[in-house]
């Protein structure tokens, strides 16, 4: 439910990913953490990505990325009625997937594509 909780999370889920996979001997590793965090006092919640990239061998790079703004008429709802947003947009919104992004960004904005902006941005600054 904030920032810290969210890189803790990609932490411990890159941990085990590196333990998972280290008879695989991979040559990279992604690890994605999405969570909310709040920016400012006079915002809501915004949606957060904490992104973990890894040459196997080298540095963990880490990026994190905040982007679009939950309605409040969302937040409000998790985690007292829904567990999490995702739910909420499969509940009240009928939706396949666990995104809420479509139903408040007049459909241009996806989970997938804040995603993959997010590894992006970390990804140019590794070179």
């Known amino acids: 439910m904030n920032i810290e909780e969210t890189y803790e999370g990609a932490q411990n889920r890159h941990a085990a990913l590196k333990q998972e996979t280290a008879k695989e001997k991979p040559t990279y590793l992604a690890t994605i953490e999405s969570g909310f965090s709040t ?68 459909g241009k904005v996806s989970r997938l594509k804040l995603l993959e902006d997010a590894v992006f941005t970390l990804a140019v600054q590794l070179g």
């Open 39 to 106: 920016v400012h006092a006079k915002h809501n919640t915004f949606e957060c990505q904490i992104v973990m990239l890894e040459k196997v061998g080298s540095e963990v790079r880490t990026g994190i990325s905040v982007s679009v703004e939950y309605p409040k008429a969302m937040t409000d709802k998790v985690p007292s009625k829904y567990q999490d947003i995702g739910e909420l947009a499969q509940a009240e919104y009928g939706s396949k997937l666990k995104d809420p992004f479509p139903y408040f960004t007049n």
